[in-house]
């Protein structure tokens, strides 16, 4: 198929893009990678009157590590991420990039138009709120920042303004037990379930843990996994546990991928392989 009429613009720096974001109006779109964008448009599942091009814009694709923790510039390739020498707190991210799409895709689509994209089982959005990440607008009113668990709102819904574009995505802590895993029908689809996880173990105990998933609700779906895993040791058993407890918190949907009921049964299995990973990372 091909996509309804549209209007392309090219922008050369990231006030250029929001000029044309703010001149073109609600129905206007972002194009950096195209990955998840182009597929929709060819299909009409997405119409945006205009494409606002930023594949060019200088400045916004880099990976960096300061007192303010990792930044991920908004152009920044999945294939970056992947092949990043980033610090031993944040290695869970170019671990989790395997997972995205097909190698083209990943040297192609970009991390912030992932987390743009608002897709539920996204790899980058699970981790974003998995560790407490930050999402950085910029827009005619200035910059801002929104933190990855008030961002996504449903499914393809975040809370960026029509005129605001993402610039970067900041990670401000570490976490050296994290891992994702999840289960496609095919490797490089999009998950039916996907776990993140993190875990903090003292003395073979788990002192603190956070659990995500995604494809089991509209938006990546934090589980409150404490009661499961706090003061109890770390060991298979638990995560046995840690994974029953988390398919008896959701009610997911059915679909063509999969019942509610195998979507419980897939976050079981899924969670306690993540914190069984998480724990030997």
């Given at each position: 198929m091909k996509p309804a009429a549209f209007t392309y613009h090219r922008a050369h720096d990231v006030r250029e893009a929001v000029e044309l974001l703010t001149e073109l109006g609600d129905e206007a779109k972002i194009l950096a990678g195209g990955q998840s964008l182009a597929p929709m448009m060819n299909f009409r599942l997405a119409r945006?009157?205009?494409?606002?091009?930023?594949?060019?814009?200088?400045?916004?694709?880099?990976?960096?590590?300061?007192?303010?923790?990792?930044?991920?510039?908004?152009l920044t390739t999945h294939r970056a991420v992947e092949t990043a020498g980033v610090p031993d707190g944040f290695r869970v991210l170019p671990r989790a990039a395997r997972w995205v799409g097909h190698y083209p895709i990943r040297c192609r689509g970009t991390f912030g138009g992932s987390i743009a994209?608002?897709?539920?089982?996204?790899?980058?959005?699970?981790?974003?709120?998995?560790?407490?990440?930050?999402?950085?607008?910029?827009g005619p009113r200035g910059r801002r920042e929104v933190p990855a668990t008030e961002f996504f709102h449903g499914f393809f819904a975040t809370a960026a303004e029509p005129d605001e574009m993402i610039v970067e995505i900041r990670f401000p802590g570490a976490a050296p037990r994290a891992a994702l895993t999840e289960f496609a029908q095919r490797q490089g689809d999009f998950a039916v379930v996907a776990a993140a996880v993190s875990l903090t173990i003292e003395d073979g105990v788990c002192s603190a843990a956070r659990l995500v998933l995604g494809g089991v609700d509209p938006q990546p779906a934090v589980v409150d996994a404490d009661q499961a895993l706090v003061g109890r040791s770390a060991n298979e058993t638990t995560w046995r546990a840690a994974g029953e407890l988390a398919a008896e918190s959701i009610d997911p949907p059915s679909d063509g991928h999969g019942s509610g009921a195998y979507r419980k049964r897939l976050a079981a299995t899924l969670v306690s392989r993540a914190f069984t990973e998480a724990a030997t990372s």
């Open positions: 945006p009157s205009a494409l606002v091009d930023i594949t060019r814009v200088p400045g916004l694709d880099y990976l960096r590590h300061d007192a303010d923790g990792l930044r991920i510039g908004a994209h608002g897709d539920p089982t996204s790899e980058w959005c699970l981790l974003a709120v998995l560790l407490e990440a930050g999402i950085v607008l910029r």
